[in-house]
């Protein structure tokens, strides 16, 4: 398992960690699943890429829904992006066989590790873990359906991309201060020290980074 670090602990220094995670990948169509801002086009190579970002809402490229599934054909994509989103979804079993169904290389996901270090001690404190979770009074505009530790994303984006015929690339991604207590104790302790799982599904198999 490798480590990949973001440069910065800003959400474009996240998304320049991811695409300079793997490089070689960022050629052809790409959807960005989730795409909020569409920042993550900021950071990719546009003279090699065709981006295209579907959200819920408007100014996306593609407004859809990935839950009531993607309005694309089997393998419309190189490269499908979907960043901290499926567990966002009510099925996401069925959420992340659509990534699968309309890539024709790659998916690129990342998904929360709840049970990284920050988080255990706000729940020690009883402070709330984020935004996303908890009881508010009024009715949220969206919120995570899933908790889960970065041992239980590892094992199920594995089982689920083999089932798919992907090949799972992996690692730990962290900030630029997490990265100083070194690799190898990243990897040993990913359950506690990583915030996100990343993991690259490759529809060809033996692909090598």
Request: aromatic fraction near 12%; include cysteine; charged fraction near 25%.
């Amino acid at each position: 398992m490798r480590v990949f670090v973001c440069p910065s602990r800003d959400e474009i220094g996240k998304f320049r960690g991811i695409a300079e995670a793997f490089p070689e990948i960022w050629e052809g169509l790409v959807l960005d699943v989730g795409c909020r801002s569409a920042s993550l086009q900021r950071v990719l190579p546009n003279s090699k890429v065709r981006y295209f970002g579907l959200d819920l809402f408007a100014p996306a490229d593609v407004v859809g829904n990935l839950e009531k599934g993607l309005c694309f054909q089997n393998e419309s994509f190189d490269i499908v992006v979907a960043l901290d989103i499926l567990e966002h979804t009510d099925n996401i079993y069925e959420a992340f066989s659509e990534l699968c169904r309309v890539s024709r290389k790659y998916v690129l996901l990342t998904l929360p590790n709840a049970y990284e270090v920050r988080t255990r001690i706000k729940f020690l404190m009883g402070r709330p873990m984020s935004g996303k979770y908890g009881l508010p009074v009024d009715p949220p505009n969206d919120r995570h359906r899933w908790l889960f530790s970065f041992q239980e994303a590892q094992a199920f984006t594995r089982a689920l991309g083999e089932r798919h015929g992907f090949e799972v690339i992996e690692g730990c991604l962290v900030g630029p201060r997490r990265s100083l207590l070194g690799h190898t104790l990243l990897r040993l302790w990913s359950n506690l020290l990583s915030p996100w799982y990343l993991a690259l599904l490759c529809r060809e198999k033996g692909t090598e980074f």
